[in-house]
Structures are given as structure tokens and as C-alpha cells.
């Protein structure tokens, strides 16, 4: 009987059962999802790394024309335009923009022509623009045929009241105002033009070459696209508020037939950009950012520049050296108010609480409940007798005044001494009321000694920040007289190089690294934020790391194993699982409202009904995250735990050693880098939660931070700031979403730099310790 043949060896079906055995498809299908994975975390960090690294780097600001005769100012990638709100339209040199007949037009002009174009609004119409250019060659004349000249091109545009723009020799635009005093753009006006006239361009009407031929035009083909970009300078009667940002269209091929495909539509149309020359940046303390021309520098009456008998360029440099000046003026101010100021107020509420304190102690005796309460409305009273502090007061002068008014209240003490001494006391109590009398004293003697001096000295300075301002003139021509004091930084962004730009960059982060937040979070820095979410982490791991460790250590080395202490693992490993909000809501019931409200009954009841532990707090927060944390580092410790071989925990039994011993001796260390592993694991989660902080501690602006000067110097009971809740807050709850948006990607680098700051310090300590072992068993 003839027997079957075997398979033909390399067949296909054979070599794909072969490849299923190995397993060969199961690992592509492995590395394919780490790969995916891999992927996806490097195209977040590195959208997250992309834009958060380039939002405070200057950009070149563009004037754009718009099809309905307007300007904007923007920056070259488009992120950020300003509007000018005038209806005209204005050409730059080389290139221009206008329409024939309903589709749109690049038009080149000669690249420098002597004469001025003038554009006036035509009568009866609204927005509509009529080329009033007259005379041969572009050359504007008056009706007697001589030529207009740029001294009286300029009268008569300040007599239409209109703020119209000529351009110079190498292309930006200037306000016509600003030629006055300046040489150099006199001999170098250009070609304006004009669109949407009163009827449609011809090409005839267009300005011809010597032989006669026109300039060369042609027809802009393209798909149209949107811009988001930011107009006007917000505030200041500059730019109207409600439309600080919106979209515009750009390379749009058929204007017209856009506009009545889309009747009731309030689109813009960008038709040019060009750089425009000499335009200011100015950061301020409130309402954003400005644009425009620095034309003037007062302080007083007194005038430092002015572009009229200066020039544009030392006006600027007066400028710079006011807002420096003036600028660390206001940073000595701030000073003053948070720092000497501050930690007077801190001795005066010290003062004030051992009254209050006393005052609770004795609540039960009438006499003395009376006499304290009298003690206090004469202070009161006394305190709203303090002088006023105005700028013009000398020093010496208002030291005077300010003893006389402590005087009052001495006399007024003295009055309360008589009427104390007809009450029926003991030595004790009186004791008492002669400390809080001699509390009262020293409270007066700090307002009416250091308190009432700095105060003069930052009312003086206030004054005098008031004192020096500057006039902007925005690109449509409406200026603001503004304090000099409230510049945080002036550049001329098209005037920098590369190396300018880096230097603003740099100072830009510095200040987003180490300044605070202003405008409600929409400016300025993060430092509070960054100080919050570094102590509550370090805070929330010295807390779950014994707890956790403790745990593990009973479950794993103490606790009989049985049924009990595996649905104790079982319950552990589900509270992993738990959604944090569960234990925002378990931190505010019973951290906040049972642990911290017995707190303030026990020990500061002279403060209620306000809440010192009895509300969220940075204290209450570390332990609420420590709390849903806590099953990351059991599970990591018990793992740790079984690592260490039992014949070493045998041997150091044999030896003599207790059971305590030898978990502190020998398993412990041995598990060290194990439980740093589970305290990495609950920093790394702990650090980005928000959901449980929102109900425990965090808040949008803390006035104070949990860290400074005064005992205890580390305030547990303060509410903070958090990079989490800074997150969400700019980006969803600022304001003005669109000007926030960078900040949102900055932050959130920010966030991730701070976690693996923190991871790779545990990581370093991890390992040196494990070398140390390692190096022991040697």
C-alpha cells in the first residue's frame, strides 16, 4: 500500500503555522502597539514642547490691508493682528491692491515717485473712498495749478481731521502727522491708491510709466483662507472692546461674489501685508498690550520729547529711559506694599488676636467681656482719626501729626483706666486687662510709627508714577496719554534681530518663571503657581509614603494571610480605581469640615466665625491626594517586600534578631528602591489631579503664598495655586480664551517640567541606593 507523501517542504500553509507557533505575529502586533504608543506621547510632548516654547517670542508686526478699507496691524505668522478702524485703504511700495470690475488686482507701482496722492471720503457715502488724485504725473496741485507741498499736504489732512498715512522709502507706513520734525520722509513720499471707489477701477484711470503704458497688472488666483487675528489696542478709547479679536479672509479670488454668496456676513478681506516701520510693542501691568507711536514723553507739565522738536527716534529713547526709571519705582512700590508693609500687618493682627484671645478666655465674666469690648471700640474709634497721608506732605510733617494722634488714644486709654478701676476684679483678671491694654499700645505705636511712614512714602510714590506719562498714537491716529509706570516692556519688534528677539525671549520666560499673575491670570508669571504645586506634591509624599509603607508592611510581614487580609488587598487595589472627585468630596466632609472645623473650636476660637483650618488649605489638599495615592505605594512596597529573599529574613531570626529588628535591618532596606518606585508612581499622579483640589484648597488667585517670613514660615492652613487648576482656568475660564490660548501649551510644559524635575530627583536617589546595596553584598 503506497504510502501518503509528506509535505513539500517551504510550502506556504506550513510556514504560516510555523510563524502562529513562534508567535511571530503577536509580536509585530506588540511592537506595533508600543510603537503607536510611542508615537503618540512624542507628537503631544512635542506639540505641547512646540507651542509652549514659542509663545513669547517677538513677531514682526504687519500692517494688513483690508478689503473693507481697513488696517491691521499683525504679526508675520499671523497669530496676532491689530485693526485700525479708518475706512481707507493704503498702498505700499512695490505692490498694491485694488479692484476692477469685481475681481481683485495686484498692482505694481513704481518703486519711488515724487508727489502726493490724496484720499478723501466721498460725500454721501459711507465707507466709500474717491481718488482724488489730480494733475500729471500722480502730482497733487492746488486750483491755481502750483504744486502741493508736503507743509501743506499735511495742514490740510489735519483739517479733514483724518490721520492719513503716506509711506517712505523703504516701504512702511508712517501717520502723516509724524513727518513733522522729520527730515528724512519729507523728499521720500510715495504713491498712495485707493480702492472702492464710488464706481469700479479701470486699468485706464491707473498712473502710467514716461512712455505712457501702464503698470504692470494682473489677476491674484487663489484658495481663500481664515486668519485669526487681534485688532486694535484694547482700552483706552483706542480700539472698542468687543471686537478685540476675529476672523478674516484671506487669498479670496472673488470678493464681490464671496460678499453675496454670503449676504449678512461681517468678513474682512486681507488684500496686502507689509512691515510697518518704527511701531512700538508696549507690554502694561493691566488691559494687555499696545501698538502704535511713542510721540511724546511728559513729566508734569514738563515735556522730556516730543516727536514735533525730537524726532521719532529720541522720543523713543527718552522713553526707554523713563520706563526703566520708573518701572523699578514701581517695583520698590510693590515692595514696600508686600514686604515691610505686610509684615507690619502681620504684628498689628497678632496684637489684635491676643485681645480677641483674651477676650474669649474671660467670656463667661461680664465685667471683663465689658472691658475688653470698651478697650476695642477705643481703638476703633481712635484708628479712624488717622491723618490723611497726601503726596505734597513733608516727611517731618506728618511724623508730627501722627504722634499727636497716638496721643488721642492715650488720653483715651486713661479714660478706660478710670472706668476698669470701679470693676469688682481680682488680680488675675486685671493682670489680663493690663496686657491687653499694653496689646493696644503696641498696635498703636506700629500704625502710627511705621505702618503711617511707609504708607506715605507709597502714596508719594503712586503720586509721582501718576507724574511722568507718555502719548501713543495709534495707527489710526487716536492717541492716550498713559503713566509711563504701568510699562512692563517696549520693544520694536521689526526693528530687532535675531539676537534682540532672544534677549526679549529670555526676559519674557523670566518673568512668566518668577513673577505673579496679573490681569486674572491672563499676564504676567506663575511663580505662586509653581511654589503651590511644588509643596503640596513634597507635602502629599511625606504623607502617603509612611502611611503606605506602614501599611504594607503590616499586610505583608505581621497580618496572619487569610481571607480577611486578601479582601483587604482586593479593597486596596479597587480604591485605586476610585474617580478622584470621589475623594475631593471625602477631603472636604471630613478634612475640611469635621477635622479642620474641631480644629478651630480647639485652638483658634478668637478667630471664628472666620476659618483657619475649618476651610481648604494646602495641609488638607496633600492629604486628600495622599489619600488616593496610598494604594500605589502599598501595592509597590508589598511587591518590594517579597523581592527580599525569605532566607534572609530567616537568618536574621536565627541569629537572635527580633521581628522588628528585622524588618528595620534587613527588609526595609533591601526594599528601598522599591518604595521610591511607588512614591515616583504617586507624585506622578498626585502632581497633575484637579478635580479633588477644586474642593479641598486650590483656588484662581491666592493673595499670599503657604511660604514666607513669619513663624511658622510654612502656613498649612493657606489656600494656594496649583499648575493643574492654572491650566483650566486660562484656558477655559480667562476672559479672553483667544489671547490666553499660549499660555495654555507654556503652563502645561511648565506642569511637565516640574513632574520629571521631581521624578528624576527620586529616580537619582533610587538608584544611588540600589548601587549602594548592590556595592554591600559584595
Not at 153 to 164: E, T, W
Request: net charge neutral.
Amino acid at each position: 500500500m503506497a504510502q501518503s507523501s509528506p509535505a513539500v517542504s517551504g510550502s506556504p500553509k506550513p510556514a504560516r503555522q510555523r510563524r502562529v507557533q513562534k508567535g511571530e505575529p503577536f509580536v509585530w502586533l506588540s511592537g506595533g502597539a508600543i510603537m503607536t504608543g510611542i508615537v503618540l506621547i512624542v507628537l503631544v510632548v512635542g506639540l505641547i514642547v512646540y507651542e509652549g516654547s514659542r509663545t513669547f517670542w517677538p513677531r514682526d508686526l504687519e500692517v494688513i490691508a483690508l478689503g473693507e478699507s481697513r488696517f491691521l496691524l499683525q504679526t508675520s505668522d499671523g497669530r496676532q493682528a491689530f485693526l485700525d478702524a479708518e475706512d481707507r485703504l493704503l498702498l505700499p511700495q512695490g505692490e498694491g491692491y485694488t479692484y476692477a470690475d469685481g475681481r481683485r488686482y495686484a498692482l505694481t507701482l513704481p518703486p519711488r515717485k515724487a508727489g502726493i496722492a490724496d484720499f478723501r471720503r466721498a460725500p454721501g457715502t459711507f465707507g466709500g473712498l474717491k481718488w482724488q488724485l489730480t494733475g500729471a504725473g500722480g502730482v497733487l496741485k492746488n486750483p491755481d495749478g502750483a504744486p502741493v507741498t508736503p507743509e501743506q499736504y499735511l495742514q490740510d489732512a489735519k483739517a479733514f481731521a483724518s490721520p492719513y498715512r503716506v509711506v517712505d522709502e523703504s516701504g512702511g507706513f508712517t501717520p502723516a502727522e509724524m513727518l513733522l520734525g522729520d527730515d528724512r520722509f519729507r523728499d521720500h513720499v510715495m504713491l498712495l491708491g485707493a480702492v472702492r471707489a464710488e464706481r469700479p477701477l479701470d486699468l485706464r484711470d491707473l498712473p502710467r510709466k514716461a512712455d505712457g503704458t501702464p503698470w504692470q497688472a494682473y489677476e491674484i488666483d487663489a484658495e481663500p483662507t481664515e486668519l485669526l487675528v487681534r485688532q486694535g489696542n484694547k482700552g483706552e478709547g483706542l480700539q472698542p472692546d468687543s471686537m478685540y479679536f476675529r476672523w478674516v479672509k484671506t487669498n479670496v479670488p472673488d470678493v464681490e461674489g464671496y460678499r453675496r454668496g454670503n449676504p449678512g456676513g461681517y468678513e474682512a478681506y486681507v488684500l496686502g501685508r507689509t512691515l510697518a516701520r518704527h511701531v512700538c510693542e508696549i507690554e502694561r501691568l493691566e488691559k494687555g498690550v499696545l501698538v502704535g507711536y511713542v510721540v511724546e514723553v511728559k513729566e508734569g507739565e514738563k515735556t522730556l520729547a516730543s516727536i514735533d522738536k525730537d524726532g521719532l527716534e529720541r522720543v523713543w529713547e527718552v522713553f526707554l529711559e523713563q520706563q526703566q526709571a520708573m518701572h523699578a519705582e514701581y517695583l520698590r512700590r510693590v515692595e514696600i506694599e508686600k514686604d515691610d508693609i505686610g509684615d507690619v500687618n502681620h504684628e498689628i493682627k497678632q496684637l489684635e488676636l491676643q485681645v480677641a484671645r483674651i477676650r474669649h478666655d474671660f467670656r463667661k465674666s461680664g465685667e471683663m467681656v465689658t472691658a475688653i469690648e470698651k478697650l476695642q471700640e477705643a481703638y476703633t474709634a481712635w484708628s479712624r482719626l488717622e491723618p490723611p497721608s497726601r503726596p505734597d506732605t513733608k516727611p517731618e510733617e506728618y511724623a508730627r501729626a501722627c504722634g499727636k494722634w497716638r496721643d488721642q488714644l492715650l488720653a483715651a486709654l486713661e479714660a478706660w483706666d478710670k472706668e476698669v478701676a470701679s470693676y469688682k476684679l481680682d488680680e488675675g483678671p486685671r493682670a489680663v486687662l493690663a496686657e491687653a491694654r499694653k496689646a493696644q499700645e503696641q498696635r498703636a505705636d506700629l500704625q502710627s510709627g511705621a505702618y503711617s511712614r511707609l504708607r506715605l512714602e507709597v502714596t508719594r510714590l503712586r503720586e509721582h508714577e501718576k507724574s511722568v506719562t507718555y502719548t501713543l498714537r495709534a495707527l489710526n491716529g487716536q492717541t492716550a496719554v498713559l503713566p509711563v509706570a504701568q510699562v512692563v516692556r517696549a520693544i520694536l519688534p521689526n526693528e530687532l534681530g535675531f539676537f534682540g528677539k532672544l534677549g526679549v525671549y529670555l526676559d519674557r520666560f523670566w518673568e512668566f518663571l518668577w513673577e505673579n499673575p496679573r490681569e486674572s491670570n491672563t499676564e504676567g508669571g506663575i511663580f505662586p503657581v509653581i511654589v503651590g504645586t511644588l509643596l503640596m506634591t513634597l507635602l502629599m509624599s511625606l504623607a502617603v509614603v509612611p502611611f503606605g509603607v506602614i501599611a504594607a508592611l503590616y499586610l505583608r510581614e505581621y497580618a496572619r494571610q487569610g481571607p480577611l487580609v486578601s479582601a483587604v488587598r482586593i479593597a486596596v487595589n479597587n480604591l485605586a480605581g476610585v474617580p478622584s472627585i470621589v475623594f475631593g468630596i471625602f477631603g472636604l466632609g471630613f478634612f475640611c469640615v469635621i477635622m479642620g472645623g474641631t480644629m478651630d473650636s480647639l485652638f483658634y476660637p478668637e478667630r471664628l466665625p472666620s476659618p483657619t483650618f475649618g476651610g481648604g488649605g494646602l495641609m488638607w489638599a496633600s492629604l486628600t491626594l495622599a489619600l488616593m495615592t496610598v494604594p500605589v505605594v502599598i501595592v509597590a512596597t508589598e511587591e518590594a517586600l517579597i523581592a527580599v529573599p525569605s532566607s534572609q529574613r530567616e537568618a536574621s531570626l536565627a541569629a537572635g534578631a527580633s521581628r522588628f529588628q528585622t524588618v528595620w535591618r534587613v527588609i526595609l532596606p533591601q526594599a528601598m528602591p522599591g518604595i521610591l518606585t511607588g512614591m515616583i508612581l504617586a507624585m506622578a499622579r498626585g502632581a497633575g489631579e484637579v478635580a479633588p483640589l477644586m474642593l479641598v484648597g486650590v483656588v484662581k488667585s491666592a493673595e499670599t503664598l503657604p511660604v514666607d517670613g513669619n513663624f511658622p514660615f510654612i502656613h498649612l492652613e493657606r489656600k494656594f495655586m496649583h499648575l493643574g487648576f492654572h491650566i483650566y482656568d486660562v484656558g477655559f475660564q480667562s476672559p479672553d480664551i483667544d489671547n490666553t490660548k499660549p499660555l495654555v501649551f507654556t503652563t502645561t510644559l511648565v506642569l511637565i517640567l516640574v513632574i520629571a524635575a521631581l521624578n528624576i530627583v527620586a529616580i537619582r536617589m533610587r538608584n544611588r541606593l540600589r548601587k549602594r546595596l548592590s556595592s554591600s553584598h559584595v
